[in-house]
């Protein structure tokens, strides 16, 4: 079940790129009905939505600006040992088909 954490997006914490997918993320936010809020950074401006899953993997999903309309990007925070697991569980939430998985990060180990 996702469900939205209940603080802000800690920028003390280094999120990272690990998927991309070929998803909206305004159409997945009204199928799973979670809430996307604007931002930006040095790069550009972005929509983002900071969601958690039932085992405690918190994760980004985020569409930049110059990013086409179907394509978003997951960040989970550096230095989990338990990323691989995360990241299935990730993508099992958000019900991904593995066609829709665009990239995996897989040295997300050297952040």
């Given at each position: 079940m996702l469900t939205q954490p209940n603080?802000?997006?800690?920028y003390d914490v280094s999120f990272v790129p690990v998927l991309s997918l070929r998803q909206s993320l305004e159409?997945?936010?009204?199928?799973?009905?979670?809430?996307i809020q604007d931002g930006q950074d040095d790069l550009?401006?972005?929509?983002?939505a900071y969601l958690q899953i039932e085992n405690g993997c918190k994760f980004l999903l985020v569409r930049y600006?110059?990013?086409?309309?179907?394509?978003?990007?997951?960040y989970i925070p550096a230095?989990?040992?338990?990323?691989?697991?995360?990241?299935?569980d990730i993508?099992?939430?958000?019900?991904?088909?593995?066609?829709d998985i665009i990239e995996r990060q897989v040295e997300y180990e050297r952040f």
């Open positions: 603080e802000p997006v800690p159409a997945l936010a009204n199928d799973l009905g979670f809430p550009d401006t972005y929509k983002v600006r110059g990013s086409p309309d179907d394509m978003i990007d997951v230095k989990r040992t338990d990323y691989r697991r995360c990241l299935d993508v099992s939430e958000l019900g991904v088909a593995e066609s």
